[in-house]
């Protein structure tokens, strides 16, 4: 359980999954809501907490995966003849930002997380209300060029983050 491996995945229960945002192959799960000002003064919408995610993740639904990491290499619009421009570091432009959109968005009411567990292996398992399941895998594969595999971290306060890399479990 993550009392005992990552307690501070506990800052999630309760939370609701508000936001889904990436730069390249990196996804970011937004959880709860505030707003932070940038060094140019403008003021960003952006997660209480955030998980980032540099490793193979999946959402599943009822058991059954509904998106997956590999869908930032599949068009926005999959209906449509295969396009020479199509860049998939474009955020929106794929397949998996329409369907983390459409999830953050489409809901009625917000999928609220209700239970974390993880492994000493750094697997995470991010129970949501509605019966789907965030898989955070390090195991199936990583980015070479990151520093961790994952990591949670808060835009409110400095304190109570924790990541899992290849060196183990680094906490802020």
């Known amino acids: 359980m993550s009392e005992n491996l990552f307690p501070e995945m506990q800052h999630l229960l309760g ?7 990436r730069l390249g192959h990196v996804q970011y799960f937004h959880f709860g809501k505030a ?13 209480a907490w955030t998980l980032e995610v540099a490793c193979h993740w999946q959402l599943e639904e009822a058991g059954a995966v509904t998106i997956r990491f590999e869908e930032v290499e599949i068009p926005r619009d999959t209906q449509t003849l ?12 794929n397949l ?26 750094g697997e995470l398992t991010i129970s949501l209300e509605g019966n789907r399941t965030l898989r955070v895998q390090p195991s199936q594969g990583v980015l070479e060029t990151s520093a961790h595999f994952w990591r949670l971290f808060s835009n409110t306060q ?12 680094v906490r802020a």
């Open 82 to 93: 295969a396009d020479p421009a199509f860049d998939p570091q474009v955020p929106g432009s």
């Open 15 to 21: 939370l609701p999954f508000t936001k889904a945002t």
């Open 96 to 121: 998996r930002d329409r369907k983390l959109q459409e999830l953050a968005r489409g809901q009625k009411d917000a999928l609220r997380v209700w239970q974390v567990t993880a492994s000493a292996e």
């Open 35 to 47: 707003h932070i000002r940038n060094a140019n003064g403008l003021v960003l919408d952006v997660g």
């Open 158 to 169: 400095e304190e109570g983050g924790v990541g899992f890399g290849a060196n183990g479990v």
